[in-house]
């Protein structure tokens, strides 16, 4: 082996033991860098596994209260329909079931009628869950309260208990539809006037047959009579007109005592009046009348009571008088009826009717910081009857009472129809406070206060009855925070209260 080849051995020998020590990373292509050789590609992260996809909530094969009525094909999908009809004898409690509807067939009574001294019959107490809704198919169906029982039915703000008819249920009503079931009758044994037989009103003998119906009398001398609670109600499509003068109203008290709690109701489109009471001495606070055929509150027979927050708005087709306050029976008849009325808003929208207010038959009546809107030539105010307007009597509180009311009636506001002189009904108005008999309205939404109601001076109504809180404003509304009126009523082309239910369809956990 020559020198020269030994030194080439050597040299590739050292090479290759160069290259065996280097790493694959470590290797360069010529006329390049370091190669670096990335890892493998990872794959997505898997997601979680979907669960299925909830289906609806089956209907329930039976029913807890009330017998098996079959199903029903409602607006908001197939329901169980759980029906109540005849007399409740014993104390019953009707629970919200998901998919369930109850129905009223026939009339219902709730227990039997105690007399005025609540010493016979047998009473009951009907009590109606948040949530729950109610259906009648026609005139013939409705529940009758007796004396001496009790209808508890407290909805909430978010789910109230719904009064209505099986063509609302179909979703086949439409916002012109009513007399489509009969309605709810509430009966007491406080006060009236109007008695059968020759008996003094007022007396644990005074009773009276009351409208629309046959067997159900009220009336006694127990002014603190309990008859239960409606709380966040609506009562929809109701109000049969049987005859003259007899007619089912959607809500209906007969001689219901001060014990009594009526707040958040809301009565939609009755055939006849939208509530009416016959005596008694119950109170009413946040009431709301839209679309009622007739008078929208009418109040009877020596009802003693106050109203405070009352909305009241007619459909254009339909409708007489925002109010009709009457003591039937003779002007000094007692007790003389006394109803007052603070913070509403009135807007008597019908082409059809009358007079916006009707004060008449002896009675004594009072309106505080109050919202009066009329259509173009509707005289608002009628007070009609000397008895109405005497300043003296028996159980007499004087001639009617106006303060802090504004009106937008056009050019003639008072009703001059001689019976009562134009200048005496006028004096009433200028003798009361912050009356304005020709103002224009500002409300927004249609019923609530703008700059010019929001101006009008509050008349303190604390002196008229403890009844009346402190609202520090006229009208219904004080202004776009004040939503009182939202969320538990249902909407219509009469009135929208902004709340999430139609009242044309059912809300959507019905």
């Known amino acids: 082996m020559t020198s020269n080849k030994f030194k080439t051995i050597l040299a590739l020998s050292a090479a290759s033991a160069a290259l065996a020590s280097c790493g694959a990373d470590e290797i360069a292509s010529p006329g390049e860098g370091v190669i670096v050789v990335p890892g493998p590609t990872p794959g997505p992260t898997p997601g979680p596994t979907p669960g299925p996809t909830p289906g609806p909530t089956p209907v329930p094969t039976s029913c807890t209260v009330g017998t098996d009525g079959g199903t029903i094909e409602s607006v908001n999908g197939t329901r169980r329909v759980c029906t109540i009809t005849g007399r409740i004898s014993s104390n019953l409690a009707i629970p919200r079931v998901e998919g369930v509807l109850y129905q009223i067939s026939g009339r219902v009574d709730v227990g039997t009628d105690v007399g005025g001294d609540g010493g016979s019959g047998a009473a009951v107490t009907l009590t109606i869950d948040p949530g729950v809704t109610l259906f009648a198919a026609s005139g013939v169906d409705f529940l009758v309260v007796n004396r001496g029982s009790k209808l508890i039915a407290e909805g909430t703000a978010s789910r109230p208990i719904i009064f209505t008819a099986r063509a609302n249920v179909l979703g086949t009503a439409s916002d012109t539809s009513d007399g489509l079931w009969g309605g709810v009758v509430m009966l007491g044994r406080a006060p009236i006037s109007n008695c059968i037989g ?30 239960g609670s409606l709380r966040y109600v609506q009562i929809r499509y109701s109000g049969v007109v049987i005859g003259a003068g007899n007619e089912l109203q ?20 009755s055939s006849d009046d939208g509530v009416e009471f016959f005596g008694g001495r119950h109170n009413f606070r ?12 009418d109040t009877d027979v020596g009802y003693k009571g106050n109203i405070q927050y009352l909305i009241v708005a007619q459909r254009t087709g339909a409708g007489d008088r925002l109010m009709e306050v009457d003591s039937a029976g003779g002007e000094d008849t007692t007790p003389r009826q006394n109803i007052r009325v603070s913070n509403a808003t009135f807007l008597h929208n019908s ?18 910081n109050s ?21 003296s009597g028996t159980d007499e509180a004087g001639p009617p009472a106006f303060n802090s009311v504004v009106v937008q009636c056009g050019s003639t506001p008072i009703d001059d129809d001689g019976n009562i002189t134009l200048a005496a009904v006028q004096s009433l108005f200028t003798s009361g406070s912050n009356n304005n008999l020709s103002y224009t309205a500002s409300l927004t939404g249609g019923f609530v206060n703008g700059a010019t109601e929001t101006s009008v001076p509050y ?15 006229i009208g219904a509304v004080k202004d ?6 939202r969320g538990w009523t249902c909407d219509s082309t009469t009135a929208d209260f902004g709340s999430d239910s139609n009242c044309i369809g059912l809300p959507s956990y019905a």
């Open 198 to 227: 020759a008996v003094p009103g007022g007396s644990v003998d005074c009773q009276a047959q009351i409208e629309g119906t046959t067997n159900a009398l009220y009336g006694g001398a127990t002014a603190n009579d309990d008859s």
């Open 250 to 269: 959607g809500l209906t008290t007969g001689g219901v005592g001060s014990g009594t709690d009526f707040d958040y109701v809301q009565v939609h489109n």
């Open 286 to 297: 946040h009431l709301i009348v839209t679309g009622a055929s007739d008078d929208s509150v």
């Open 351 to 368: 082409t059809v009717g009358a007079n916006s207010f009707l004060i008449h038959g002896g009675a004594d009546y009072g309106l505080y």
């Open 371 to 391: 919202v009066v809107v009329a259509r173009a030539g509707v005289e608002c105010f009628d007070i009609d009857g000397a008895g109405t307007m005497q300043t």
């Open 459 to 473: 008349f303190d109504v604390a002196p008229v009855s403890s009844f009346f809180v402190n609202a520090g404003h």
């Open 480 to 485: 776009s925070a004040d939503t009182w009126y």
